[in-house]
């Protein structure tokens, strides 16, 4: 999973998408991602969020799935996180 922040004016987002959606290509992730929204005008991407394990283990997990609109306003950005990210339809440990 590559995780993206969604800025807009009323407020930001962290997303994810798996790099085999994204498809092939030379240019960066964040670029391929812009090209497929602005593409599509819509894309349904999974909202993320941290989150402890049953371990106590801080991870990057799926919250919902939503839709992001093209919209000439909104940013996205490559997201960094240290937290190990789990990927939609993962066992809860």
Do not use: C
Not at 3 to 29: C, H, M, N, W, Y
Not at 78 to 87: D, N, V, W
Request: hydrophobic share 50%.
């Amino acid at each position: 999973m590559l995780l993206f922040k969604v800025v807009s004016p009323r407020d930001d987002i962290v997303v994810g998408i798996e790099a085999a959606q994204l498809g092939a290509g030379t240019a960066p992730p964040v670029q391929r991602l812009a090209a497929m929204l602005a593409e599509k005008g819509q894309l349904t991407l999974w909202q993320y969020a941290s989150h402890k394990d049953a371990s106590g283990a801080l991870v990057q997990a799926p919250l919902r799935q939503i839709v992001v609109f093209r919209n000439e306003l909104l940013r996205i950005e490559p997201y960094a996180t240290p937290l190990a990210i789990r990927p939609p339809g993962a066992a809860k440990s």
